[in-house]
């Protein structure tokens, strides 16, 4: 990646940062329509410039590829509204383009260069007054040499066949069903919290599997449990299952000790703001990337670039986890279950990592409390626990789509 290119994504990086809470405000989604009226595909002083209008700023990225020269732009997710190469082209550098969908959730338009380009520069800015995007990106002639050195080999073999979902990615429910991971906490070697000779491992399993029951009997739910042993699952395998099970939203389920504390009652975290930065790129460091953006493929791509995406999935995320920890803690009050003070919490959990699901972890109770402990044992507090949170995820799943619905009008 040249470094011009760099430069430019750096400045995209900042420019998220700068107008992510007003997106946020306007309700973020994936979903991007192009207007094919403000955009266009022209030749420019001795190079290609693209300039693509969306009616929203969404995750993407770009690359080139060699033998034949083309240009590959994804996008999550975007509507092409029936737009071709007779709207958008203008010049003869670019002679074709391709549109549509390379996989559930992204979008890929691909051209047909007439000679290898670089990428000389590339950056989306967002209107904040009204949410609307407009890619710019300029392409230039180099050597060819230069050209087969930069450009990235294609992460989908065949990708210009009507590429099937990847297998490790499980479809959608067909029925609209809410795909629930369930993440029982700890496992294994790793009891968790331990009293009286009650451990948060052996209760969480428990509890996970009797909460699975009780939405499986309500309908409207599919259940997946990222262990349904006495077995250690790392904290970065039990978010990647949940990618792999294609989670609408994943659950983690705790009871913790608090050595000489008095808490007790329910809490629920989500990611903390202030963690999220380090915390995307401490998890693209460590991890195989192709596990972070549910079959992106981010791995031998650009850090920045991979940063981007992160933080992009994460602005529309992030919201909706915190709404959900709204709603489920509402449900546990007008149920009269005991909540802890302040009971939502921000933390950097691992397990709430994953920037394209919306991810809660509750802690149900504190086993150092004998109030807790005592409920937690008891068989019938905690269905009337399961039942809470099946309302409060039914509740969740209602008012999600219909902001989704608003917000695609
Ligand atoms: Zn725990």
Redo the contacts with the bound molecule.
Sequence with gaps: MSRIMRIWLMRLALLVCAFSAQAQEAGFSGLARLDPARSAITDAGGGIEVTLALSQGVPWRVFTLDDPARLVLDFREVDWQGAGAGDLIDGQRALGLRLGQIRPGWSRMVVDLAGPHVLEGAGLRVDPQSGMALLQLRLGEPHPQTFAAQAGAPDVPGWDLPAAAPQRVAPPADDGALRVVLDP??GGIDP??EVDGTQ?KDL?LRFARELSEVLLRAGGFEVVLTRDADEFVSLERRVALAHRAGADVFVSL???ALSGARAWGASVYTLSDSASDAASAALAERHNRADILAGVDLSGKDDVVADVLMDLARMETQPRADHLARVLLDTFRAADLPLLSRPQRHAGFSVLKAPDIPSVLI?LGFLSSPRDLKNLRDPTWRARVAETLRDALGAWRDADAARAGLVRQ
């Design positions: 906490g700890h968790g919290a948060e969480m705790h009871a913790d802690e």
